[in-house]
């Protein structure tokens, strides 16, 4: 199936722990997103690569790290998580330029984390 | 700074009614407009899209008014549906780059 891929789909930590979630896509997209979902369904880009370069980086703290070791993977990597961290994460990719309708953001199916 | 105002943040419709959600932006180098649907569970889903050219797009029950002078733009949702129940997110981007999101409408259809 195409489409983007990440895990886990849930994640239960402690604080002070550090933790990764994976993302992956086989539509081809050379651009991929991280964005945070609050409880209040509020969607924030966090951030953003363009073939394994990046090229939007909000204001996020430091110990939220994206990879990317190509552009079809983009990883991230979250140090001494916080209560504050607790959100649903979701990945994305989309074709950098536009110019067709049908572009757009695919999104994966979310990571609900939950630091306690 | 949200750059995409959306209202209201909950709409409550009976079947058959029709839905309209409202959006506003504010930078004028925007010229992609979609709107995502989002269902418990999962990740908000590209519905449908219009681009700053064209006043109205439909496609099927789904329509994008758009009114560029006014920087507004609004989604409706003809013969409402129990299954159109989810949160609905309008958006805008420049050349489909660093995608910004409205705050949400949680839409519920009444039987």
């Known amino acids: 199936d195409t489409a983007v891929s990440q895990t886990p789909k849930y994640l239960v930590t402690q604080m002070g722990n550090d933790k990764s979630i994976k993302c992956e896509q086989n539509l081809g997209h050379d651009t991929m997103y991280w964005y945070k979902q609050d409880s209040k369904k509020f969607l924030k880009i966090m951030f953003s690569?363009?073939?394994?370069?990046?090229?939007i980086n909000e204001t996020v703290p430091n110990r939220f790290s994206p990879k990317s070791p190509d552009k079809a993977h983009l990883n991230l990597h979250i140090n001494s998580l916080e209560l504050g961290d607790s959100a649903v994460y979701f990945c994305a990719s989309s074709r950098r330029t536009g110019g067709s309708m049908g572009y757009g953001y695919t999104f994966g199916s979310g990571t609900r984390l939950t630091v306690v | 700074q949200q750059q995409v105002k959306q209202s209201p943040q909950s709409l409550i419709v009976q079947k058959g009614g029709i839905s309209i959600i409202n959006c506003a932006y504010e930078n004028t180098a925007f010229d992609y407009f979609p709107w995502y649907q989002q269902f418990p569970g999962k990740g908000p889903a590209l519905l449908i899209a219009i681009r700053p050219d064209v006043s109205e797009k439909k496609e099927g029950r789904f329509t994008i008014s758009f009114n560029k002078s006014a920087k507004q733009f609004s989604l409706h949702i003809m013969d409402s549906q129990p299954g159109d129940s989810a949160t609905y997110f309008c958006a805008a981007s420049i050349n489909n780059n660093d995608m910004r999101f409205g705050a949400g409408t949680r839409l519920t259809v009444k039987p």
């Open positions: 690569y363009n073939n394994k370069e990046l090229i």
